[in-house]
């Protein structure tokens, strides 16, 4: 089994990496079976999986936007909608190890559809 960060060999079944000590394992979100690293979906209830690090997810730029909300003020909704569509690619993107074909598998799109996302938000950033 292969670290997906490092590629060092790991023994079969290894949840952790020799080498980086990475997370190697998946798990799915349904049943909570832990899954390889390459698996899309559960072999136990075919559900999607998730890495067992779900850290990632605070990364969607959502709570200041809440927060505004809250106190009354507007927030335009497609700059929030764009928001999450971009924090949510990264994080897919992240872990897949950047493998555009998975991400977009993954997000339930076609691949040319998430490269033009892909672009449109680098050109969102650069502004």
């Not at 698996?39 to 690090?53: D, M």
């Not at 990364?59 to 809250?70: C, F, H, T, V």
């Amino acid at each position: 089994m292969l670290c997906p960060d490092c590629q060092t060999k790991n023994p079969d079944g290894s949840k952790f990496c020799l080498n980086c000590s990475k997370r190697i394992g998946l798990y799915c979100i349904g049943c909570k079976a832990n899954l390889p690293a390459e698996a899309l979906f559960c072999n136990e209830c075919g559900r999607t999986v998730s890495p067992v690090e779900p850290s990632l997810v605070t990364k969607i730029p959502i709570d200041e936007k809440l927060a505004l909300l809250a106190r009354g003020q507007p927030i335009n909704l497609g700059d929030i909608l764009a928001d999450f569509e971009s924090a949510l690619i990264g994080i897919v993107m992240e872990l897949t190890g950047g493998n555009k074909s998975r991400s977009a598998i993954l997000l339930g799109i076609s691949r040319p559809t998430l490269i033009q996302k892909l672009r449109r938000h680098q050109d969102r950033d650069q502004d």
